[in-house]
């Protein structure tokens, strides 16, 4: 189990040039339209996020390319984020980097963005695990009341994109858009095409999907997987806002489930897991319980997940649909 937890050196991604197909150089095009990102097999990048690392430093900035593939500069990008004069994405004036997985010791982690059927932007992180090969399994992880979860260091997400966690899978965290005054449950479809999406682009394992969500994503972990049983093998509820419904019982039926809190957490979520844990367990459905010694509600995820012996990513992995 130790090296499921060090942290874990990143084999090199290898691009193969089918035989006979003319060869590109990947790097900058520029015309009366402005500058283009051009890929080793002659297309352009359109319409998303891309790291580049353009001087082979091991450092990577991010650009925002339009849908006809050309750079976004000293504006806003269709998701909110703003690129600065030479189009690298910036925050608090602060130019963002990252350093590639060779160097960080861990896996990548990436900022994207595609169309869904309810949303024409759904941003996303992308955690690529080091040595990432085909058929590894995929989680969905869902922020809480805020999205500031990538740089908040009691999150999941901060914990792989910092490498203070390594996990053996592809880990996806949606942002959900502030302009949608819905909850996550309200987003159902885009979270269930995101899944689609990577599986198609990374080839993922689609019997081994978890979701996992803290608070106010907690619960609707249990309201996306209780209506999509078939793309979830587990679910992971993090000190959720509310209890499950009766109707979510009955359809978690052939889902693996646990409930996490805190021993100091608030006195009515931790209410609301116990709770939760024993409607499942009348029902006849196995269900994990997990109470993290001293954690409160802000810091029971880091203590759970860095704190091996309970074993919270170790039980969403071995999970798989039959």
Excluded at 232 to 249: D, L, Y
Aim: negative net charge; charged residues 20%.
């Amino acid at each position: 189990m130790g090296n499921f937890w060090k942290k874990a050196g990143c084999a090199s991604v290898i691009t193969a040039l089918l035989a006979g197909m003319p060869v590109y150089g990947a790097g900058w095009q520029q015309d009366d339209a402005g500058r283009r990102w051009q890929k080793e097999d002659g297309t352009y990048l359109t319409a998303q996020w891309q790291w580049l690392d353009e001087d082979g430093d091991g450092v990577s900035q991010c650009y925002y390319f339009d849908e006809n593939g050309y750079l976004l500069t000293q504006t806003t990008t269709p998701d909110g984020c703003t690129v600065n004069e030479q189009g690298a994405w910036v925050q608090d004036g602060k130019i963002q980097t990252q350093v590639s997985a060779a160097e960080s010791g861990s896996g990548t982690f990436t900022k994207c963005t595609m169309k869904t059927s309810q949303l024409d932007s759904f941003q996303y992180w992308l955690y690529t695990p080091p040595g990432a090969t085909e058929n590894m399994p995929l989680i969905i992880s869902l922020h809480g009341a805020k999205n500031t979860f990538v740089d908040d260091s009691y999150s999941l997400a901060y914990l792989l994109k910092n490498g203070e966690l390594t996990v053996p899978a592809y880990v996806a965290f949606p942002v959900k858009p502030d302009h949608h005054k819905g909850a996550w449950g309200s987003l159902d479809a885009s979270v269930v095409e995101l899944v689609s999406s990577l599986a198609g682009q990374y080839k993922t394992d689609s019997r081994r999907v978890s979701i996992y969500g803290i608070s106010a994503g907690g619960a609707q972990t249990v309201r996306i997987a209780a209506r999509h049983p078939e793309v979830f093998a587990s679910v992971v509820a993090v000190s959720p806002a509310t209890p499950i419904r009766s109707e979510e019982v009955e359809a978690l039926a052939g889902v693996a489930v646990a409930y996490m809190a805190g021993a100091q957490e608030v006195p009515t979520m931790r209410q609301d897991c116990e709770n939760s844990v024993n409607a499942l367990r009348q029902a006849g459905i196995s269900t994990k319980f997990i109470l993290v010694s001293g954690a409160d509600h802000k810091e029971v995820t880091r203590k759970g997940f860095l704190n091996s012996e309970y074993g919270v990513l170790e039980w969403m992995l071995q999970n798989s649909k039959s």
